[in-house]
């Protein structure tokens, strides 16, 4: 597993964590909370940057090829 794959791993499982962990108290911690879903949501984005489009962008442009 190359750094970066573990690197988002660990945001995202951290993240999530700390997530959790601040909603299940009674005295909830909102800014923990914030927190934990900033690490999630970082984590989330660093992976998704990484994912190939599924559908490849043409450089032809199809109104071009429209000729009476």
């Known amino acids: ?3 970066s794959r ?3 791993f660990i945001l995202i499982l951290s993240g999530g964590i700390i ?3 601040a909603k ?3 005295g909830q911690s909102v800014y923990l909370l914030m927190a934990g879903i900033v690490l999630l949501m ?3 984005y660093r992976t998704s940057r990484n994912i190939p ?3 490849k ?3 032809t442009n199809d ?3 429209d000729t009476a």
Do not use: E, F, P, V
């Open 6 to 8: 573990t690197i988002n």
């Open 57 to 59: 962008n043409d450089d």
């Open 42 to 44: 970082m984590g989330i």
């Open 24 to 26: 299940a108290g009674d």
């Open 19 to 21: 997530a959790i962990y």
């Open 53 to 55: 489009s599924k559908y």
């Open 63 to 65: 109104s071009d090829n």
């Open 1 to 3: 597993m190359s750094l």
